[in-house]
């Protein structure tokens, strides 16, 4: 299935007090940005056609995949001023670049890149700044057992607050992390069918609009996860995210176990022979 990944908001929670025009998908997590750690994801599960929707810092994006270096994140081997790469990345992948408007809504981004997914009955999307190990085809296949007309993977609350409950004299009679609440928030992981388009205005938002409309009908899916889940909305969740993959956690990544290793397991042929500084992009 395509996958569409919204990657041009303006990211303010991200900012820092900076002035740069970098995505919020672009923050690094290790030597890759977010996005390709939420690529990596999809691709692992067997999903390699993006459409980026992009908008602020659309520059960033682009240059990245226009000048991969894929020995950042592979070993490889370098004789004779040649690298020769043990593994790639994206070799396989297909990836739209599509404008989709500096301020536009998420629903409205979609809404740009319709004609993209027109052949798709059924097609992903992402917000392209969360990361999860949630196995993606039991989203999939619940989502399709259950004849959804949308899909959206819901996790506990992220919040570290705590609810009052108050009683006689405001004194309180109860503390309860909001974690603990038996409500869920939207993960940011969905799976649409067509109908999507039916239920999104001209500047319209997805949730709001479109899974709120499906909601009503019955006909909008949860798959409630309470595995890993990280957003990246602050400075401070993106510096988690770093330090654990400093340290080696990185439930994330399920990509890594592919890897393959020893003396022979070179990348495809196609990959072989390029100069040491980059190692190529399929177009």
Known sequence: ????????????????????????PMHAVGPRPLLWHVMRYYAHFGHTEFILCLGYGARHIKNFFLNYAETDSNDFVLRDGTVRLRSADIS????????????????????RVRHLVADDEVFLANYADVLTDAPLDG??????TEGATAAMLVVPPQSSFHCVELGERSMVSAITPVSSLPIWENGGYFVLRQDVFDHLPPGGDLVDDACA????RGELLAYPYRGFWQPADTVKERAALENAYLLGERPWMLWE????????????????G??????????
Not at 274 to 283: C, L, N, S, W
């Open 1 to 24: 299935m395509k996958v569409v990944l919204f990657c041009g908001g303006y990211g303010m929670r991200m900012r820092n007090g900076t002035a740069d025009d970098l995505p919020k």
């Open 213 to 216: 409309e499906f909601a009503k």
């Open 257 to 272: 176990s592919e890897h393959p290793s020893g003396p022979d397991a070179f990348a495809a042929s196609d990959s072989f």
């Open 139 to 144: 989203l999939v296949d619940r989502f399709h």
């Open 274 to 283: 390029q100069p040491a500084a980059r190692a190529g992009i399929e177009r």
């Open 92 to 111: 396989g992948w297909s990836i739209d670049f599509v404008h989709t408007g500096l301020a536009s809504s998420i629903g409205e981004r979609l809404r």
